[in-house]
């Protein structure tokens, strides 16, 4: 991302330090130092270190949403026939473009990263990274794949369930690749197999 004036690089550099820290552990003249300001300077930008915390919030979040609107298939218009019509090897390339960019795109790793820490310490918090992670996701798949059943597409299954065995795998390789990043290459290979065993599974023509 172009950081563009002294307001953002103060988020950016703040969503850094609290990833590595926490929000506690992160002072407001920790933040003006990694911005190379004086801490009244910072003041004149932002009225407190919660302030600061949720423009990182806010603005991380539109980020996410472009990326979330890029890699998915769109339900408003054919998805059903994007999906019908792409071969296993299109597939599995838009999904783990995907999984690189929510890896190696560094806002989005260090605002998963601080979502993680914080969400037992602030309700909102935990309620944003369900939403993001989980709630949103599957509320996304669940519609992909009724249209998918609904079509003949499929096979005839539960949606929800159906979205529950295509998308626990990608998030647990996700946590397992920010736990381990030396990890990532296997991890991609992993997330090939299972999405290319997940179609012969699910889709109702390779019966």
């Given at each position: 991302m172009i950081i563009k004036n002294t307001k953002e690089r103060i988020w950016q550099e703040a969503l850094t330090l609290f990833s590595e820290h926490g929000f506690d552990g992160v002072s407001?003249?920790?933040i003006a130092h990694a911005v190379g300001i004086k801490d009244s300077s910072l003041y004149n930008h932002y009225k407190s270190k919660q302030e600061i915390f949720d423009t990182?919030?806010?603005e991380?979040?539109?980020?996410?949403k472009e990326a979330n609107n890029t890699f998915a298939l769109p339900l408003a218009g054919d998805a059903g026939d994007i999906y019908t019509n792409s071969s296993v090897e299109d597939l599995t390339k838009m999904y783990v473009d995907a999984f690189k960019f929510y890896l190696r795109n560094e806002t989005a790793s260090k605002f998963r990263k601080l979502l993680i820490t914080e969400q037992h310490m602030h309700q909102h918090v935990g309620d944003l990274y369900n939403e993001l992670f989980f709630d949103s996701p599957m509320k996304y798949l669940t519609a992909l794949f009724t249209d998918l059943i609904q079509r003949g597409t499929f096979i005839k299954a539960d949606p929800y369930t159906t979205a529950m065995h295509f998308y626990a795998p990608l998030n647990s390789l996700i946590r397992?690749?920010?736990i381990r990043p030396d990890l990532e290459e296997e991890n991609i290979v992993y997330l090939e197999h299972h999405i290319k065993q997940f179609d012969q599974i699910y889709r109702a023509d390779s019966k």
């Amino acid at each position: 991302m172009i950081i563009k004036n002294t307001k953002e690089r103060i988020w950016q550099e703040a969503l850094t330090l609290f990833s590595e820290h926490g929000f506690d552990g992160v002072s407001v003249k920790e933040i003006a130092h990694a911005v190379g300001i004086k801490d009244s300077s910072l003041y004149n930008h932002y009225k407190s270190k919660q302030e600061i915390f949720d423009t990182i919030l806010f603005e991380v979040c539109d980020i996410l949403k472009e990326a979330n609107n890029t890699f998915a298939l769109p339900l408003a218009g054919d998805a059903g026939d994007i999906y019908t019509n792409s071969s296993v090897e299109d597939l599995t390339k838009m999904y783990v473009d995907a999984f690189k960019f929510y890896l190696r795109n560094e806002t989005a790793s260090k605002f998963r990263k601080l979502l993680i820490t914080e969400q037992h310490m602030h309700q909102h918090v935990g309620d944003l990274y369900n939403e993001l992670f989980f709630d949103s996701p599957m509320k996304y798949l669940t519609a992909l794949f009724t249209d998918l059943i609904q079509r003949g597409t499929f096979i005839k299954a539960d949606p929800y369930t159906t979205a529950m065995h295509f998308y626990a795998p990608l998030n647990s390789l996700i946590r397992r690749s920010d736990i381990r990043p030396d990890l990532e290459e296997e991890n991609i290979v992993y997330l090939e197999h299972h999405i290319k065993q997940f179609d012969q599974i699910y889709r109702a023509d390779s019966k």
